[in-house]
């Protein structure tokens, strides 16, 4: 079975400031994992997505993250954020990079001007 | 390619009713999924469909879902009653192997509200 669990369900930072949203994932065999963004009323895009090629994985906009086997994490990353980076953000796990996601529960970023 | 299209956009229905929720994925994707959004319970995956054969149900809430795909290009998920815990956001995503590029795609939603 596989889980994601993100901590802190909104995060709020100033504009500029650094982005930090954070996904710890379970899993019995190497995770596939996902960051996807969801602006109000609209679907799910794609952020970036580690299917075991490179550790650090740069996505849109921006944004990175950072998979830690030790840890378990896939911490998403910004360094300076902006407006228009408001929106809820979801970390997703899965057995390949094809098949059926799992979903934290996401988390709401704001950006204060 | 359009993307992954769903409609209707948006839904608002009597208790009881029947609700069809469809769903175009992207041409030669092979796997399709229906996801549904709640406040309380967030994203989770009802069903998934691999060339056009369902592969998992096991989260489709109860006998009032159904989902079929009778072709590559097209898929329903019907409620038959409706309730109005069934109101929520539901989406379909469509998705392509072997893994030529990333081709996972979300449609935009269907918001279903049952009164």
């Known amino acids: 079975a596989q889980s994601v669990t993100q901590l802190g369900s909104h995060v709020s930072v100033s504009e500029g400031a650094l982005v930090l949203l954070r996904c710890n994932y379970s899993?019995?065999?190497?995770?596939?994992l996902f960051w996807y963004v969801q602006y109000p009323n609209q679907g799910l895009q794609l952020l970036l997505k580690?299917?075991?090629?490179?550790?650090l994985v740069k996505g849109i906009n921006g944004f990175e993250a950072e998979f830690k086997k030790s840890e378990t994490s896939f911490h998403l990353t910004k360094p300076s954020a902006h407006m228009s980076d408001a929106a809820e953000y979801f970390c997703a796990v899965s057995q390949t990079s094809y098949g059926k996601l799992t979903f934290g529960q996401g988390t709401i970023l704001t950006v204060h001007p | 390619d359009a993307g992954v299209i769903q409609s209707p956009r948006h839904e608002v229905t009597e208790m009881g009713q029947e609700v069809t929720l469809r769903c175009k994925p992207i041409?030669?994707?092979?796997?399709l999924f229906w996801y549904r959004q709640t406040m309380m319970r967030g994203l989770e995956l009802l069903i998934y469909?691999?060339?056009?054969?369902?592969?998992?149900d096991s989260g489709m809430p109860e006998d009032r879902f159904s989902a079929k795909m009778p072709n590559a290009s097209f898929s329903t998920l019907k409620i038959q009653p409706s309730e109005p815990r069934d109101s929520a956001v539901y989406f379909c995503?469509?998705?392509?192997?072997?893994?030529?590029?990333?081709?996972?795609?979300f449609g935009s939603g269907t918001r279903l509200t049952v009164v």
């Open positions: 899993s019995s065999v190497p995770p596939y």
């Open positions: 469909f691999n060339n056009n054969v369902p592969i998992d």
């Open positions: 995503a469509s998705s392509l192997t072997p893994d030529r590029g990333y081709g996972y795609t």
């Open positions: 041409s030669g994707h092979d796997y």
């Open positions: 580690y299917t075991s090629a490179a550790t």
